[in-house]
């Protein structure tokens, strides 16, 4: 058995915030957001608007994209750092929304890597014969977790949120059929103080925000993620010539180049959001996924890697046929 992507959808709040914005909060200016790191705009969330409003409407449209009857659904797995509630899942709260009583639905945290980790676990699950067609999201409000004093945290992030639905196909497949050919998890929770919120309910009993330290933070993801695409491309018998598609996690504008460069692709075969999105965390993979699908970018039968690094640290990459 393997899974198939069949529907994707993604919603960004009405919102925007650009560096020129950002430059009346805090001490900043457009020209060092975009040189540092790519980034001229995000989206934000409304007052109100949750994690799991962005999540639905992600949702609705990913099926709406594939097709897909909510009836069919029998599990939703969705990667948030930044969920309503502690609990219950904000995957449960999407279940609700739906309409769908039956099945099974959970959250995911792996931060920056949720998609991928999500992605992950959903395929497992049609490998293993337990579901057949799964709703992967990633949704994100970091606003709320932002320190809007912070000017080396507060501009990098937005909100917004990504879904892909995943339907069961029969047999193993080759590198030449379409769907999820592998996926590739690691974490290493030694570098735990180097990207980390500053609160939570068992420790500080509040929300707190983000604190990182940037540098590191940027030598482990590239030596992170050259280590992982490796891997991915090991494990297919593939070769960097075969990719068709980079849709890597959208931090940073140098990151990605980075990894583009070392995979020898050009900045033409990158989908790259980051400018207009900024770093969305869980959601960022899924939504440049949906925009390079539905502007005809990615198509049926091209060979797309996916991959992204964040707090913990987790890393993590998938290469798919689409
Ligand atoms: N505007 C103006 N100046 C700033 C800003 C800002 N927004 N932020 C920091 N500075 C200043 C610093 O205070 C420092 O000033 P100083 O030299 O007087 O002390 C100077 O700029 C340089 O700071 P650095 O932190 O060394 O800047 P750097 O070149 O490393 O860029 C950045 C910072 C953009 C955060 C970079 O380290 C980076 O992108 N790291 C990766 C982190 C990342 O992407 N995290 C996202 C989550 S993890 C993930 O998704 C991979």
Redesign the pocket.
Known sequence: MRSVIVGCGSYLPARVLTNDD?AKM????DE??TQ??GIRSRHIAAEGEKTSDLALAAAKAALAHGNVPVDDLDLIVLATATPDQTFPATAAKVQAALGMTRGAAFDVQA??SGFIYALSVADNFIRAGQARTVLVIGAETFSRILDWND???????GDGAGAVVLRAQEGEGTARDRGILSTHLHSDGRHHDL?YVDGGPSSTQTVGH?R???????K??VANLAEVVGEALDANGLAPEDLDWLVP????R??IENTARKLKMDANQVVLTVDHHG?T?AA?IPLALCEAVTDGRIKQGELVLLE????GFTWGAALVRF
Do not use: K, P
């Open positions: 950002l805090v001490d900043t200016s060092w957001i540092r790191t931060v920056c000017r080396g945290t507060c501009v990098l992030f990207l983000v990182m330290a940037g540098q590191e933070v940027f482990h993801a996690h959208q931090a940073n140098r990151i770093n965390s960022s992204a690094m964040g707090g």
